[in-house]
């Protein structure tokens, strides 16, 4: 089954902007990482948050984690057109990872 | 070094044929996962390998799927008497030892059963 559930499913912005993502999860979690996947390619780890963690940033990247919400968001800040990807949240459950159905931006140049 | 790679890139094949795709981990990576994406969805979790065992085949959607791996490395997966709705990507992932480490994936096999 799948644990990690990513929404917008789809989201289009202009260059330039930000974009946010959220995912959710209904069990507890150790650690919630952060995948994209460019067309055609493979999934590129992007960042790992741990529950006792609120926030990480990484370069254009800040995750937060509200354990208490079950949920994380992904901001990727001064989107470029090579943001363009899917990008997938994954949870550890039953001590392996589970991913969700994976946000779709595109960002227009 | 040297990632995780996957063979064959592409396979086309026939209904009812079987099919067997390959991944080979980074060396010395003991978690081994398959997951298929069909076109449009999210990843499916297939399989999960520690070592030469594999403690969770829930994700298997049918008996006509197995998976093995020998020596803590190379792993296939067997998918016999192919249907049409088993066209996807299949990607393999490795991981360094514990299952909620980072995963990296392969470049994926793309399969198309006609």
């Known amino acids: 089954s799948q644990q990690g559930e990513e929404d917008p499913q789809a989201l289009s912005i202009q260059e330039g902007e930000n974009a946010t993502m959220n995912c959710s999860y209904k069990t507890s979690i150790n650690n919630l990482q952060w995948y994209r996947q460019n067309s055609g390619r493979g999934l590129v780890h992007l960042i790992l948050i741990r529950s006792n963690e609120r926030e990480k940033h990484s370069g254009r990247l800040r995750v937060t984690l509200d354990t208490s919400k079950k949920s994380s968001s992904l901001l990727i800040t001064a989107s470029r057109a090579a943001d363009t990807a899917s990008y997938f949240c994954?949870?550890?459950?039953?001590?392996?990872?589970?991913f969700g159905a994976g946000t779709r931006l595109t960002v227009k140049p | 070094g040297a990632g995780v790679s996957q063979s064959p890139s592409n396979k086309v094949t026939e209904k009812g044929k079987d099919v067997e795709l390959r991944c080979d981990p980074i060396s010395g990576h003991t978690a081994l996962y398959w997951y298929r994406q069909s076109l449009g969805q999210g990843l499916e979790f297939l399989i999960y390998f520690q070592g030469n065992s594999a403690p969770d085949k829930s994700g298997l959607p049918s008996d006509r799927f197995s998976a093995e791996r020998t020596g803590g490395s190379v792993s296939t997966l067997t998918i016999q008497r192919t249907q049409q709705e088993d066209s996807a990507v299949y990607l393999c992932a490795s991981s360094l030892g514990g299952a909620v480490d980072t995963q990296y994936f392969g470049p994926g096999t793309r399969l198309t059963v006609l």
């Open positions: 994954a949870t550890d459950e039953h001590n392996d990872m589970r």
